[in-house]
């Protein structure tokens, strides 16, 4: 069995996956937009919903990580958060500066009894991040 974090977004999903990119150094390893879709798959209602992202995946780090828009078909669903653990201080601050623009603060980057650095956020695409380097 593996868990494999899908994040759905509201037409900015290649927006969020070029923010990803830029913040936590992901891999785009697939990218496919409703008009790639097989039609026994899905039908588009409209042409505007056949140029959003019918299936992605990213690599960050060795985490797989899917990714797709809702058409006006498929109502928006649940949050998820994703916790990222990093290697050094330097990097979780880094990724924190890119993320947290325009992004809700939960918690701003702080020490906790079991990290040297922690932020919880919810950035401008609606995806909650906690970023955390352990002690």
Sequence with gaps: MEIIPNLHFSGECEKAI????????AKRTVLLTYKDANPMDWQPS?????????HAELMIG???IMLNDHTSDIP???????????????????????????AQILA????????SFFASLI???????????EN
């Design 62 to 64: 060795d985490q797989r």
């Design 18 to 25: 070029e923010l990803y990119e830029r913040a936590l150094g």
């Design 46 to 54: 409209s042409d505007k919903d056949g140029e959003l992202v019918y």
């Design 123 to 133: 950035d401008r695409y609606g995806v909650r991040w906690e970023l955390m380097k």
């Design 76 to 102: 928006c669903g649940t949050n998820v958060s994703l916790l990222v653990l990093f290697d050094s201080v330097q990097e979780a601050s880094r990724a924190y500066a890119v993320l947290k623009e325009g």
């Design 108 to 115: 701003p980057n702080t020490e906790t009894t079991y990290s």
